[in-house]
């Protein structure tokens, strides 16, 4: 099953084993209904758990999931990754892409030199900002005047490398 990362456990709250979770979903449409999540440990171990609860709070939400029922049991979670399955994202418009299928992007300029991998992406307020490191770090903006093409199947981003970057 193809598992989609929503966020990660920080913390715990309250005494009853809720768990606060921080997420870098830009829209929350997502988690109304969802009735089961999957938690990955450090080690990439997964187990499905069934949600009593799960509220939106900001940048977090919270679950309450029915098998953790104390603090005790919800602090061994901090720090786990809260997954769903993919195909519960909605598609995206042609030129739209989740975070996760852009980072590990290998990514190449307009003349075909190799100039390294999408590390990490880090929003700005008018655009992201998608990291490539090869043999020196660029800040490449997510405009369409950089970010020429994209191809998600040969897992590769063209770039036209505007001057300063």
Sequence with gaps: M??????????????HGCLKVWTQLETKNILPGLEIVYLEDKQG???????????SSGKFFLLDLKDVADIDSAKKLVGYKVMIPRDMLRNLPEGEYYCRDIVGLDVYSEEGEHLGR??????????????????????????????????LD????????????
């Design 154 to 165: 040969k897992k590769i981003m063209t770039v036209r490398l505007l001057e300063g970057l």
């Design 45 to 55: 171990q997964k187990k499905s758990h069934v949600l009593r609860k799960l509220w």
């Design 118 to 151: 999408i590390e990490s992406i880090f929003p700005t307020g008018g655009n992201d900002v998608y990291v490539c490191k090869g043999q020196r770090e660029i800040l490449l903006p997510a405009i369409a005047d950089v970010i020429r093409f994209i191809d």
């Design 2 to 15: 193809d598992l989609f990362v929503i966020g990660e456990i920080v913390k715990t709250r309250g005494l």
